[in-house]
Structures are given as C-alpha cells and as structure tokens.
C-alpha cells in the first residue's frame, strides 16, 4: 500500500535528519512541508538542509523558489500531490518532513474550496496591518469568527489576513467553510512526531540560533535588507535582525529575541501536536531505530 511517512516535531528538534535516514533505510525520496524552506534566500534562517544533506536524498520543495515568488498553501496542496502521485509510481514509501502544521494537514487532509486572495482585500489588511499592527487583525477577526479564533495561530498576519479576506469574499464564517469535507487522499499516512522534555528543546533552540550566526544568518539578512517588506521574510530570524539593521536594537538583543520567538513558535507547535490524535512519538535520544520498530510493528515496512 502506497504510504506517506510524514514526520513532524518541533523547530530544533531532529526531523531533518531522521528524514534522511529514514529516506536511506527505505531507499525513498523526502517531500518538505516547511513553508520557510521554499525559499532559496532563507537558508540559513531556515535552518534549510545543507549541500551535504541534500546530498544524502533527493528532497523536494527546497529551495524551489525566491522570496519574490507569490505562493500560497492552495499551490502547494497542488504541487506535492502531483510529486507524490510520481514518487508512488517508483516507491511504496515517501517520507515528509516539516513543522509548518498547516502545510502537512494540507497534503495529508486536503483543503477547502477557498477563494484565491483577492488583490484588493490583500492591500486593505496589509495597511490596516502596518498602520494599526497585528493587534487590529486579531480583533477584526474576533469579531468576525470568534471560533476560527481561539483556533489560529494568533501571531501569523498570514493566517489572519486570510481568514479575514476569505470572509470578506464570502460572507460566511471562515470556521463555517474550513469545516466542510474534503476529498480523500489515495494513499495511507503514519505520522511520527520526535519528542523531547521542554527544557531540551529550548536549549537546543538557543544552540541552533547561536550556530545560524556563526554560519552567517547576520550577512543573509543584510542581503534580503531590500526585501524585507514581503511577506516570506515576515518571520523569526529576520524580523528581528531587520530592526538590528534599521539601528532600533542592539545585536545581542535582536539574537535573545530570536530565541525567545523561536520557543514561542516551539511552544505553539507543541500545542498543535498534542492535539492531534494519530502522531507516534518517538524519543529525540533514538528516533531512527524506535521509526522503524513502529514501522515494523504497524506493518508499514517488513522487518529488517
């Protein structure tokens, strides 16, 4: 049976990685779900798999596009099921990785039947966005949908931008539509989430903040200076070195925050997870051999 293994956790935690082994045990190619690491610019940022580990297996939907590039979820729904349904005519297995949490549910779920984003509506918000802040947008969405809501991650604009676009267009709660039956998929999912104590993850967290710099995220960002109104560059590890750049912060102070929004992201995938009821979680201390023995177990791979 055709199976996609789609492996999920929190930013920091090993999923690349175990990706990539779990690709070369089962001689299979690796799908990404990480919507930041769409974007060639963003490598370092991102934490993007490196030259070597590209090297190690054929990933797609990495560094596929600049941050010039309008995309959206809708696009990348489309675009990794015509992969996968290529990849399943030479593989039984693909693997997915990423902790972007709404690009794995589009893939192994489906979206909506949304309206595409409506050019006016988009430039309304985004001024609405930048006179008033992101506090405005979360109280028009309250107002608008207070279900849809407590459900949003409150501290994406793109999520509350459309949201409240797809209401304006249709008149009817967002919740209301995103509740719908969607069209299911033709092949079977196994999710495996990597798990670790709170306090390993923060840390581990801090490490990879500090290596990015040392890799040089500081001249990646000088570089995207020009760029830093778009929307792919509205995220941790940019927008705080932005305000360092623009003379607001100090250096030492725009990398603490990076660290403190990246827990928060953690801390926000966390909650998304735990949530979800048909992840099989693995120990960040052995995560290759305990996939496989659940891949056995579940009759996913026969036994080695």
């Known amino acids: 049976m055709k199976t996609l293994i789609s492996i999920v956790g929190t930013t920091g935690i090993g ?11 089962l001689d299979t190619e690796i799908v990404s779900c990480d919507s930041r690491q769409f974007f060639r610019e963003m490598r370092i940022g991102t934490a993007a798999p490196t030259e070597k580990e590209l090297s190690q297996a054929t990933h797609h939907f990495v560094g596929q596009l600049s941050v010039k590039d309008a995309y959206s979820i809708g696009q990348y729904e489309n675009d990794a099921l015509k992969i996968l349904d290529t990849l399943f005519m030479s593989h039984h297995k693909v693997i997915m990785v990423g902790g972007s949490m709404m690009y794995e549910k589009a893939v192994i779920e489906g979206l909506h039947a949304l309206p595409e984003a409506n050019p006016e509506n988009q430039k309304k918000l985004q001024e609405i966005w930048e006179k008033e802040g992101l506090g405005k947008l979360q109280q028009m969405l309250q107002q608008m949908d207070p279900e849809y809501f407590l459900k949003v991650d409150k501290d994406n604009p793109r999520r509350l931008l459309r949201a409240i676009d797809v209401m304006w267009q249709t008149g009817s709660k967002y919740s209301d539509i995103v509740s719908e039956p969607r069209e299911e998929r033709s092949f079977d999912v196994f999710r495996i989430g990597i798990e670790a104590p709170r306090e ?11 290596q990015m710099m ?3 995220l500081l001249q990646e960002v000088e570089q995207l200076a020009g760029c830093q109104d778009l929307v792919a560059l509205k995220t941790v590890g940019y927008t705080e070195l932005f305000r360092y750049l623009k003379g607001e912060w100090e250096l030492d102070f725009a990398v603490e925050e990076i660290k403190k929004n990246s827990r928060r992201f953690a801390k926000r995938q966390l909650t998304w997870y735990r949530r979800e009821e048909n992840i099989h979680w693995v120990s960040y201390e052995n995560p290759l051999e305990e996939s496989l023995s659940l891949l056995n177990k579940n009759n996913i791979i026969c036994k080695h």
């Not at 175990?18 to 045990?25: F, R, T």
């Open 15 to 25: 999923k690349t990685r175990l990706a990539i082994d779990l690709a070369q045990e």
């Open 200 to 210: 390993v993850i923060y840390q581990r967290i801090n490490e990879r903040v500090e």
């Open 214 to 216: 040392k890799n040089g």
